[in-house]
Nanobody, 122 residues
Framework: QVQLVESGGGLVQAGGSLRLSCAAS????????MTWFRQAPGKERELVAG????????YYTDSVKGRFTISRDNVKNMVYLQMNNLKPEDTAVYYC???????????????WGQGTQVTVSS
């Protein structure tokens, strides 16, 4: 079992930055690829970014490329999402997910955190 706890969300103006953190416990995250999804009101949960077990490869959805950076610290059992140049359309609840492969289907993931709200004002 893996427990995931996200933090770092908040209210920020457009153009600002936030750094989300995902703290894992119960099992080493080296077993899993790690991802960040987000869900805006009335929309499905969407994959934002993913990172391989070693951190050697990453994935980003087109809308965040060049603005967001995913990283992981396998020693600290942590995953991060650095979000720069935030836009109002980035407003959503952001979730950390752990799974065996980076896919866009949330049902493919074994473990989820409770989410952290990110609100970007215009």
């Amino acid at each position: 079992q893996v427990q995931l706890v996200e933090s770092g969300g908040g209210l920020v103006q457009a153009g600002g930055s936030l750094r989300l953190s995902c703290a894992a416990s119960g099992r080493a995250i080296t077993t899993y690829v790690m991802t960040w999804f987000r869900q805006a009101p009335g929309k499905e949960r969407e994959l934002v970014a993913g990172i391989a077990r070693s951190g050697g490869s990453t994935y980003y959805t087109d809308s965040v490329k060049g603005r967001f950076t995913i990283s992981r610290d396998n020693v600290k059992n942590m995953v991060y999402l650095q979000m720069n140049n935030l836009k109002p359309e980035d407003t959503a609840v952001y979730y950390c997910g752990a799974g065996s492969a980076i896919t866009s289907r949330d049902r493919d993931y074994n473990y989820w955190g409770q989410g952290t709200q990110v609100t970007v004002s215009s």
